[in-house]
């Protein structure tokens, strides 16, 4: 199984950032997956998560409105569309394979991409 993000950077805040989260290894359209995100001095945060058809989809409070998860089983790949950001949404952003929908619960995760909101 691996998972890898991309698509993170540096950007003001406002502004927008679309991440992608590219899956091999496993059937990718079997498993239910997650965003996650961790800032400096925090603790993990799962904040977004998908089924398997993609048709029931899961965010936290604090991106609910601004985040929108999707993801293209043929393509296996997940995305994270991220609108309005704000300092605060400063953090290492990871995808994971989902062991239920919807908990924090995963079994593989990836190494993350960074993003950073300056104000």
């Known amino acids: 199984v691996q998972l890898v993000e991309s698509g993170g950077g540096m950007v003001h805040a406002g502004g927008s950032l679309r991440l992608s989260c590219a899956a091999s290894?496993?059937?990718?359209?079997?498993?239910?997956m997650s965003w996650f995100r961790q800032a400096p001095g925090k603790g993990p945060e799962g904040i977004s998560g998908?089924?398997?058809?993609?048709?029931?989809?899961y965010y936290a409070d604090s991106v609910k409105g601004r985040f929108t998860i999707s993801r293209d089983n043929a393509k296996n790949t997940l995305f994270l569309q991220m609108n309005s950001l704000k300092p605060e949404d400063t953090a290492l952003y990871y995808c994971?394979?989902?062991?239920?929908?919807?908990?924090?619960?995963?079994?593989?995760r990836g190494q993350g991409t960074q993003v950073f909101v300056s104000s």
């Open positions: 290894g496993f059937t990718f359209s079997s498993y239910h």
């Open positions: 998908i089924t398997t058809d993609g048709r029931s989809t």
């Open positions: 994971a394979r989902a062991t239920v929908f919807w908990s924090v619960s995963y079994d593989y």
